[in-house]
T-cell receptor, first 115, second 117 residues
Framework: DQQVKQNSPSLSVQEGRISILNCDYT??????FLWYKKYPAEGPTFLIS?????DKNEDGRFTVFLNKSAKHLSLHIVPSQPGDSAVYFC??????????????FGQGTELSVKP | SAVISQKPSRDICQRGTSLTIQCQVD?????MFWYRQQPGQSLTLIAT?????????ESGFVIDKFPISRPNLTFSTLTVSNMSPEDSSIYLC??????????????FGPGTRLTVT
């Protein structure tokens, strides 16, 4: 049962353009969503998050949008830079996991930003 | 953010043997987590390791296969026992963050890439 899905295994974008990475989830009880970035041979790095009470969160070039009715979130990177090339993981959790730890991850999308 | 190191960074092991992976954090943390990423798959939580108590395992993972130690607040080990090729994965440890989301925002180690032949 894949509760968090990233249906695009890869995405290629030209430098300076917008990158849009998508994520769908099935569990309506999730109330926090996170995006992680992973470079080869490194662990995932926290990028940005959003609470289910919001529909948008922005941090510099990165914006996450949440559509609760569609159970869909997306990460926008504007403008895209070659250094953004990495695997991006979407993750979700529930605040009742008050001990933390139970992040449910998607399969990841490999972003390639071409100069 | 926390600085997390793991040893070994990679290993190739024979089936039937066991491998112990170490995770060291630069600060004291109550909880540490162990994840597995099988080839082409998402990260899956194996267990939560609290200092001074037994680890809590997720569905599908058992202590006999993945024993965990947590001797102090900066260190944990995960052993992959009686390995088979299906255990070939990247194993990662993580700790809770200190940002606005607190426990939900985790920091990960670099991972241990295990290949079982």
């Amino acid at each position: 049962d894949q509760q968090v899905k990233q249906n695009s295994p890869s995405l290629s974008v030209q430098e300076g353009r917008i990158s849009i990475l998508n994520c769908d989830y099935t569990n309506s009880m999730f109330d926090y969503f996170l995006w992680y970035k992973k470079y080869p041979a490194e662990g995932p790095t926290f990028l940005i998050s959003i609470s289910s009470i919001k529909d948008k969160n922005e941090d510099g070039r990165f914006t996450v949008f949440l559509n609760k009715s569609a159970k869909h979130l997306s990460l926008h990177i504007v403008p895209s830079q070659p250094g953004d090339s990495a695997v991006y993981f979407c993750a979700a959790t529930r605040s009742i996991y008050n001990q933390g730890g139970k992040l449910i991850f998607g399969q990841g999308t490999e972003l390639s930003v071409k100069p | 953010s926390a600085v997390i190191s793991q040893k070994p960074s990679r290993d190739i092991c024979q089936r039937g043997t066991s491998l112990t992976i170490q995770c060291q954090v630069d600060s004291q943390v109550t909880m540490m987590f162990w994840y597995r990423q099988q080839p082409g798959q998402s990260l899956t939580l194996i267990a939560t390791a609290n200092q001074g108590s037994e680890a809590t395992y997720e569905s599908g993972f058992v202590i006999d296969k993945f024993p965990i130690s947590r001797p102090n607040l900066t260190f944990s080990t995960l052993t992959v026992s009686n390995m088979s090729p299906e255990d070939s994965s990247i194993y990662l440890c993580s700790v809770p963050g200190r940002g606005p989301l607190g426990l939900h925002e985790q920091y990960f180690g670099p991972g241990t890439r295990l290949t079982v032949t």
